[in-house]
């Protein structure tokens, strides 16, 4: 494909917000040799470096300054049960891949939007799932040391839609492919309501299922603008918990882990009577109150408003702070 760089590079449709922004250098990056090529040409100029996939966890800015990177290597290896991707992957597209092949592991995160590389950052997750689950190793370019180094699951440090990628080492470790091991025993995880008393024998029919439900729940990026759910469900401690089901015992049960009881923003936002609420052209979606949609020409600012308005009124009428899922560039 060959390394390229360009300047002032319309990227509204290459974010599901579909936010204008227009990158100050923007390059596409096929192969790994070609992010050292990029990470010299920033040094050499001085530029700050941003890396994206397909843009379906991002907010940005009107425009991004210094060299944005685009993963889209796209190559998948396997050996048996262990599959290897790319970071330039489309991650729905591999699951139904390995579902089709009877590899189960990945079933129940069939229909997420974006990339293989930023599977392991916001280590994503639904219906029971989370993508560590399965992830071996990923490998990586070290900015500090212009070194690719392979990172075991423990190495990353996942945590509820955490990872070292998106706290400490964010944007020195550059995703450039993920391991997964797959088991050829399907065992059908249907703890979730929407999943409870499915009939499905197999990955495919757990994944086609799991893609329609999911259709039916969330706005449609490509119609109505958006990046899934913008807060994540807080996780209170014992104590807090108690307290707040004793405060609120209309509220739905918590679902509990080592890390804490997880409760649902979504009741949160809707019992503040926000959904439909608007700024400027920044809404939280009528159909899930988890998601902030972009209702036509809504600014950067106007999603940065909305977001804080939402976590205010959540934080007054609960006292419990709500934290963004997608990642924010810009001030
Ligand atoms: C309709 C909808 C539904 C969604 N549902 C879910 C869901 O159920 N569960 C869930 O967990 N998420 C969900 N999401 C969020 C999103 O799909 C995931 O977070 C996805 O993994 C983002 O992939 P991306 O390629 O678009 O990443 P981007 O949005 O391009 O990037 C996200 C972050 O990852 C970083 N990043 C991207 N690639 C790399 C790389 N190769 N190396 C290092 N850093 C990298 C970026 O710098 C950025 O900080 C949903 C989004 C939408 C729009």
Redesign the pocket.
């Given at each position: 494909m060959g390394f390229a760089v360009r300047n002032n590079v319309d990227l509204t449709s290459a974010?599901?917000l579909r936010l204008p922004v227009h990158a100050q250098y923007y390059c596409e990056v096929y192969v790994d040799e070609e992010i050292a090529e990029a990470i010299a040409y920033a040094e050499a100029r001085d530029l700050s470096l941003?890396?994206?996939?397909?843009?379906?966890?991002?907010v940005l800015p009107p425009r991004i300054e210094g060299l944005t990177l685009h993963?889209r290597s796209q190559a998948i290896t396997q050996e048996e049960n262990l599959i290897t991707a790319a970071?330039?992957v489309n991650?729905h597209s591999l699951v139904m891949r390995l579902c089709e092949d009877g590899l189960c592991g990945l079933e129940n995160?069939a229909?997420?939007?974006?990339?293989?590389?930023?599977?392991p950052?916001?280590?994503?997750?639904?219906?029971g799932v989370q993508?560590e689950e399965t992830i071996v190793s990923v490998g990586?370019y070290d900015r500090l040391d212009g070194c690719t180094r392979v990172l075991s699951r423990d190495d990353c440090c996942f945590g509820y839609?955490d990872s070292i990628?998106?706290g400490a080492h964010?944007?020195r470790?550059?995703?450039?492919r993920v391991s997964f091991a797959l088991s050829d025993h399907f065992e059908p995880i249907t703890s979730y309501r929407d999943l409870q008393g499915a009939d499905v024998t197999t990955p495919l029919s757990m994944a086609t299922l799991v893609t329609r439900v999911?259709k039916g729940k969330?706005?449609?990026?490509t119609t109505t603008p958006?990046?899934?759910?913008f807060f994540k469900n807080p996780v209170l401690s014992e104590s807090t918990y108690t307290a707040f089901r004793l405060t609120h015992p209309e509220a739905p049960e918590g679902v509990t882990s080592d890390a804490g009881t997880k409760i649902h923003a979504a009741w949160l936002i809707e019992q503040c009577g926000l959904k439909g609420h608007r700024v400027g052209g920044a809404m939280v979606s009528s159909q899930h109150a988890l998601?902030i949609v972009n209702a036509g020409k809504a600014t950067y600012r106007d999603i940065r408003l909305l977001a804080a308005h939402v976590q205010d009124v959540v934080s007054d009428r609960f006292n419990l702070s709500l934290e963004f899922?997608?990642?924010f560039?810009g001030n």
């Open positions: 974010n599901t941003t890396i994206l996939g397909d843009g379906s966890n991002v993963m970071s330039g991650w995160l229909g997420i939007p974006g990339s293989v590389g930023a599977a950052v916001q280590n994503i997750g639904a219906y993508v990586v839609r990628f998106k964010r944007d470790l550059i995703v450039t999911r969330l706005p449609d990026p958006n990046v899934g759910s998601v899922e997608p990642t560039y």
